[in-house]
């Protein structure tokens, strides 16, 4: 059985940091396309930074969240800085193996950004 189990989320300051984690279990990992996703209340769910198999790389919200990945922890992080009250969201990590299509999802942790 496939799970995806987030942690690190929780509220903080605006101009503070959070580092999230996926770590995964029941699916070779290392061949598995990463990402995070995020859901504020009242909007879609949206692509926040993805990951290849077997690199790190920076994420997409204007340079302040860097996306990595451990394959020998088969994990996933996700470090955020200079967070705004807009992050505020449900942070997900979620898994695509692209040649299967197959897609898996965490159960979400709670980013709040608030002073």
């Known amino acids: 059985q496939v799970h995806l189990v987030e942690s690190g989320g929780g509220l903080v300051q605006p101009g503070g940091s959070l580092r999230l984690s996926c770590t995964a279990s029941?699916?070779?990992?290392?061949?598995?396309?990463m990402s995070w996703y995020r859901q504020a209340p009242g909007k879609q769910r949206e692509l926040v930074a993805p990951?290849?198999?077997?690199?790190s790389g920076a994420g997409s919200v204007q340079g302040r969240f860097i996306i990595s990945r451990d394959n020998a922890k088969k994990t996933v992080y996700l470090q955020m800085n200079n967070l705004r009250p807009e992050d505020t969201a449900v942070y997900y990590c979620?898994?695509?193996?692209?040649?299967?299509?197959?897609?898996?999802w965490g159960q979400g942790t709670q980013v709040t950004v608030s002073s």
């Open positions: 979620h898994a695509e193996r692209a040649a299967s299509g197959v897609q898996h």
């Open positions: 029941g699916i070779i990992f290392s061949i598995y396309r």
């Open positions: 990951i290849t198999k077997s690199s």
